[in-house]
């Protein structure tokens, strides 16, 4: 959680879509690279021009607090607080582009929060189908193997975590399976030379029973090496596989996470993804 304070303007400004600009870059940067669920704002409620800016984000009025602080002559004041909280964002961030005239609803049919994510300046993407170069990966396997075991150390009773070589002998398995169909790609991303992350993206038969076109991609993997995460890496390379995925001309794309990964939950919810399937596990009897 974290709290944006004062905006100050020349009167010059107001009006000139300036304090909408800050806004979007601030939210943006909470939401989007720091990871953050929450955003509050408070400010004097006699001030009747910033509660009405802040209700046009749309941030939620929350209440006021009564004779909170006290200021250097004025004295004491109540404070009117105000929230957007992640679920929140994707509107608030349509509302900011489109009041900005962005056309946060450009028909590239990708959701809005991913076209353009802010990019770190030294970040280099490599796109590859190539199972040869998958021996790079070894370090962002091992990552987000310890990840999974971190926050799901069992699937259920008599399923424990496998070990780091183990999961990476399978994955490599897999990989390479999913390498032979020629829309299958993965995407590295290199800070300084070295991976940083990567995405892995495979596309089959869409589903049945909704329209989802003739195709159907699935986010198989996306990692990201700990001491990077939360600088805006995995934003850019979902964004990246939304590129290659419109080029192959499909507009869809499934996610499978487990119940007990809250942290990516939030990140693809934050980037227009929503629950709509679930996935039962369990063992045979006996």
């Known amino acids: 959680m974290v709290e944006i304070g004062w905006t100050w303007l020349n009167p010059r400004a107001w009006r000139s879509g300036a304090n909408v600009e800050a806004k979007l870059l601030m939210l943006g940067h909470a939401f989007e690279t720091l990871g953050c669920v929450r955003v509050e704002f408070k400010t004097d409620a006699r001030n009747e021009r910033s509660r009405a800016a802040l209700a046009a984000l749309p941030a939620r009025f929350e209440g006021i607090l009564r004779n909170h602080m006290i200021v ?5 004041r109540d ?8 679920s929140e964002w994707l509107a608030v961030r349509g509302n900011l582009e489109r009041r900005l005239g962005r056309g946060a609803s450009a028909g590239d ?4 929060a991913t076209r353009g994510a802010r990019r ?3 970040l280099a993407l490599r796109r590859s189908s190539d199972p040869a170069e998958l021996d790079q990966l070894g370090p962002l396997w091992t990552a987000l193997q310890e990840h999974h075991v971190e926050v799901t150390p069992e699937l259920g009773p008599r399923t424990p975590a496998r070990t780091n070589e183990e999961a990476q002998r399978i994955r490599l398995a897999k990989y390479e399976r999913w390498l032979g169909d020629p829309d299958t790609f993965f995407i590295v991303a ?3 030379g070295e991976p940083a992350g990567y995405a892995f993206v495979t596309v ?3 589903y049945a029973s909704w329209d989802v076109g003739e195709r159907l991609a699935t986010l198989e993997s996306l990692s990201i090496l ?7 890496i995995g934003a850019v390379l979902l964004d990246a596989a939304w590129d290659r995925l419109a080029e192959l001309g499909v507009a869809d794309m499934q996610i499978v996470t487990t119940s007990t990964n809250a942290g990516a939950k939030r990140f693809y919810e934050r980037h ?5 399937l679930d996935v039962y596990y369990g063992k045979r009897p006996g």
Do not use: E, K, N
Request: without cysteine.
């Open 120 to 122: 770190p300046a030294s």
């Open 226 to 232: 700990p001491v990077h995460r939360g600088t805006g």
């Open 79 to 86: 404070s009117a607080y105000f929230s957007v909280i992640d």
């Open 272 to 276: 227009g993804f929503r629950h709509r």
């Open 204 to 206: 089959s038969m869409p």
């Open 72 to 76: 250097p002559d004025v004295g004491q």
């Open 109 to 112: 049919g990708r959701p809005a």
């Open 190 to 192: 290199a800070l300084d």
